[in-house]
């Protein structure tokens, strides 16, 4: 069926590298949205994208959307502890808000 | 404080004793849903609902009942709970959806249920 792929589902990173993390829909979608987890918590809204090949920043994070909009990325520069949780895109099809697996944000000791 | 909540927070039942989960959100929000979360399957739709009366399902539909008879509350019922339904599961609401753009959702803090 349709769905949001997302990919690494873990990415374990020294304090101070970068994290990615990528989401590919089957579809076109009209829009996407990312959230964050916190361990124990639950998802928090991060942002929304839109337009094709729009690029958005909210200061260490990096959002794009393809430009097809079947893609997006969420980029961390130089993480921060205050960066670990799981990462989820989401976007809608059929009405329904399709969510990908997310990505799990692992700062090494 | 705008916000959505869920009770109970924690449960743990045995199979077959129907259960009720309730949410509310005093946002005033059209679209309401429910999801699960399993480790690995991220946030996976039981029910949504876009507006009181309007309900549909969602992926992972069966074994659950959903009902909206006020624009505030969404409650999940379980009627004969099982097993394979042990989860985390969040309820959430946001305004719209408008021309297919979903506003951004506003979740519960979570109930996790365990079924014997």
């Known amino acids: 069926g349709q769905q949001v792929m997302q990919i690494p589902q873990y990415q374990h990173v020294q304090e101070g590298e970068d994290f990615t993390t990528y989401c590919n829909s089957s579809t076109t979608l009209s829009n996407i949205q990312w959230y964050k987890q916190r361990p124990g918590g639950h998802p928090v809204f991060l942002i929304q994208l839109v337009k094709s090949g729009e690029v958005k920043k909210q200061k260490r994070l990096t959002f794009q959307f393809g430009e097809a909009k079947k893609n997006s990325s969420l980029h961390i520069t130089a993480t921060q502890t205050t960066d670990v949780g799981t990462y989820f895109c989401a976007g809608p099809i059929n009405y329904q808000l399709i969510w990908g697996a997310g990505t799990k944000l692992i700062i090494k000791p | 404080e705008a916000q959505v909540t869920q009770n109970p927070r924690y449960l743990i039942t045995v199979t077959g004793k129907k259960l009720t989960v309730t949410c509310s959100q005093n946002m005033n929000h059209e679209y309401m849903s429910w999801y699960r979360q399993d480790p690995g399957l991220g946030l996976r739709q039981i029910y949504y609902?876009?507006?009181?009366?309007?309900?549909d399902k969602g992926d992972v539909p069966e074994g659950y009942k959903v009902s909206r008879k006020e624009k505030r509350n969404f409650p999940l019922i379980l009627e004969s709970p099982s097993p394979n339904q042990t989860s985390l599961y969040f309820c959430a609401s946001s305004s719209g959806p408008l021309a297919g753009i979903y506003n951004e959702q506003f979740f519960g803090p979570g109930t996790r249920l365990t079924v014997l």
């Open positions: 609902s876009m507006n009181v009366e309007v309900t």
